[in-house]
């Protein structure tokens, strides 16, 4: 899925998992490097793939996002898997014994674990919060049996976790984010009008902010709660902007 296509699902996806309409004009505020046609070019995409749907609601052409949408973007973005977002710290460990002839050098298991944002340890450890994706379990079946171990565990009993996990997947320097954005999204909301109703120096300031935030989900595995609980995280962050919608 392409990103202009992953910030509009973004845009859309309900605190709730309820329906939630959205006028079409704001999309262009999210995506806003698309032309008008490279914008209806997207929709349609995701139309036809049975990502999101169309209406006239309140006299305005409406888009809402489905629940196929919902799951094709959390597989893209793992801060958004309601699973992530309840994660308590559990681990899985995946561990590569000797390559199989089909698979020399682990490559394609590596880039498989690499597309499920598991956390690459060294070259041959990787870990994943929870339980490993389906489609990791049938391919470590069909393909890896006596060339992976896969180890679970709660509890680190020596190393520093948080320090570990923090520096592989730079939590810093994402919880810095989320600082600066939220207080950014702070300014914004004391503006006592809707997203569509916005002068174009707000609008711009709209799609900056949301430029930012979109940026560091794209890097979030959503395991930031688990290890700094005081900061928001992005999705919490994009539900607080939304409510700038004008359809609500």
């Given at each position: ?50 990502s ?20 094709a ?28 002839a089909?698979?020399n ?7 498989l674990?690499?597309n ?9 450890m990787?870990?994943y ?13 069909s ?5 992976v ?5 709660a ?36 503006v ?10 707000q ?42 919608s004008?359809?609500?």
């Amino acid at each position: 899925m392409k990103e202009n296509a992953q910030r509009m699902l973004a845009w859309l996806y309900p605190p709730d998992r309820s329906s939630r309409w959205v006028a079409i004009d704001e999309l262009a505020l999210v995506a806003p490097d698309l032309t008008s046609g490279g914008l209806q070019s997207t929709i349609n995409y995701l139309e036809s793939k049975k990502s999101l749907v169309t209406e006239r609601l309140e006299g305005q052409l409406s888009v809402s996002i489905t629940t196929h949408g919902m799951r094709a973007l959390e597989e893209q973005l793992p801060a958004f898997s309601a699973k992530k977002r309840q994660w308590k710290g559990n681990w899985q460990g995946v561990f590569f014994l000797e390559a199989p002839a089909g698979d020399n050098n682990f490559r394609f298991l590596r880039r498989l674990l690499t597309n499920v944002a598991a956390v690459p340890v060294s070259r041959g450890m990787y870990l994943y919060p929870g339980e490993l994706p389906e489609k990791v379990i049938f391919e470590l079946n069909s393909s890896y049996v006596g060339s992976v171990m896969v180890v679970e565990f709660a509890q680190w009993v020596f190393g520093d976790e948080k320090e570990i996990i923090g520096s592989t997947l730079q939590l810093g320097d994402l919880v810095d984010a989320y600082s600066s954005i939220s207080k950014e999204i702070d300014t914004l909301l004391t503006v006592d009008q809707t997203l569509i109703s916005f002068t174009d120096q707000q609008k711009l300031r709209f799609s900056s902010i949301y430029d930012r935030l979109f940026g560091a989900l794209q890097h979030d595995l959503g395991v930031q709660r688990a290890y700094f609980p005081q900061v928001e995280n992005g999705v919490d962050l994009l539900f607080r902007l939304q409510t700038l919608s004008s359809m609500g």
